[in-house]
């Protein structure tokens, strides 16, 4: 009984925490953030193109805003099929980002006929015989048909 007692107090003494909790609660600054980032939103107004007819490059951008946070502007694309895509759109806090996009031009495929090689199809013999073996056979069932089947 005496070794049961030596033995939980021995345990009971390795068990408990070696080192004390920390007595700080951690680093808090004292002071106050020298700047106010509660800026109004300037009213902005730009443009921009871009037009290379050797690299078939056309397209432009343009966008207002009033500074309350109501944006509209469009933007064109010059389509490979010849088209020229155009999206307007307006974006504000209430109805969010609002596209209408339209398309105008026909489009244009340019014809070109189909690959037709100057030379003849090359002809392919083969070099040896086709194989000459008899088609596999496989015995028939040895269980007989089901003769139950649905019923309509």
């Not at 920390?22 to 037009?51: E, Q, R």
């Amino acid at each position: 009984m005496k070794g049961f007692i030596l033995v939980a107090f021995i345990s009971a003494a390795c068990a408990a925490p070696q080192y004390p909790k920390p007595s700080y609660s951690g680093y808090k600054p004292d002071y106050k953030p020298s700047y106010k980032s509660d800026h109004a939103p300037m009213p902005y107004d730009f443009a921009w193109a871009v037009k290379d007819d050797y690299t078939y490059n056309d397209y432009n951008h343009q966008e207002t805003s009033d500074g309350n946070g109501y944006v509209k502007g469009s933007y064109q694309t010059l389509l490979p099929d010849g088209r020229v895509q155009t999206v307007t759109y307006t974006a504000d806090d209430y109805t969010g980002y609002v596209a209408d996009v339209q398309y105008s031009g026909e489009t244009k495929y340019d014809y070109k006929p189909a690959y037709k090689p100057s030379y003849p199809a090359p002809a392919y013999k083969p070099s040896y015989p086709a194989p000459a073996y008899k088609a596999p056979s496989y015995p028939a069932p040895a269980y007989r048909a089901p003769t139950y089947g649905p019923k309509y």
